[in-house]
């Protein structure tokens, strides 16, 4: 059994989210663990009836519910959102299942400190419906992969991918659930490895200490 990591030593995590939170449940185990080297400090959604909110609560997490739609723009909604992670403390920000685009400002003043998870192997099938898309495509491998946000859509550094085999009676709901497995293995490993500091950012290339291609890629059998 591993050490716990000193209090103090835990980077707070601040979740935003838009719905059911399954990626944050995720996230929430993970931190349940004394030895895991991040601490979900702050849930936000722009959504008053998420289910993820009650995740948060069951968990004895803070939430907190930021509307888009009581801001005049983007910049104002996205400056009260910095400011509640702010004032929680937040270090570092994972996005898991956040319906809305970030502007430039708010993404620079976070700088390799947003993580996102997006159901596709980028750069391929950026943005909405990817999994449909990738059926369509006729793809044999789909998957998913956690990125250092930047100010660009789905672009970004990537940290990790997990791929899955596209079945030939795959429907968008299959893949979907098959790849969705994945995403729960995939966020907390690479959450950790940025809290911990392992993670070096060089351009548009993230590269993990200490791990190997197999810790990177993680390549389930169908």
Not at 107 to 129: D, E, M
Not at 189 to 201: K, N, P, T
Request: net charge neutral; proline share 6%; glycine share 8%.
């Amino acid at each position: 059994m591993s050490a716990p990591v000193a209090p103090d030593a835990r980077k707070r995590v601040g979740v935003l989210i838009s719905g059911r939170g399954s990626n944050l449940q995720s996230l929430l185990d993970a931190a349940a663990d004394p030895a895991y080297p991040a601490e979900i400090a702050l849930v936000i959604s722009n959504k008053a009836d998420a289910y993820g909110l009650v995740r948060a609560r069951e968990a004895g997490v803070a939430t907190a519910v930021v509307d888009h739609k009581a801001y005049a723009g983007r910049d104002a909604f996205d400056a009260a959102i910095d400011a509640a992670l702010r004032d929680a403390g937040c270090e570092l920000i994972c996005l898991a299942g956040f319906m809305r685009i970030f502007t430039p400002g708010f993404v620079n003043r976070w700088p390799n400190r947003i993580l996102n998870i997006h159901p596709s192997l980028l750069p391929s099938f950026t943005g909405l419906h990817v999994q449909r898309r990738a059926i369509e495509a006729g793809a044999t491998i789909a998957g998913c992969t956690v990125h250092i946000v930047t100010p660009d859509l789905d672009a970004g550094p990537i940290l990790a991918q997990a791929a899955v085999p596209v079945l030939a009676d795959d429907t968008e709901a299959s893949l979907s659930a098959r790849i969705l497995a994945q995403e729960h293995r995939l966020y907390p490993a690479a959450l950790a490895w940025l809290a911990s500091g392992r993670v070096r950012v060089d351009g548009n290339r993230a590269t993990v200490d200490g791990a190997t291609a197999d810790g990177v890629l993680l390549s389930p059998q169908p």
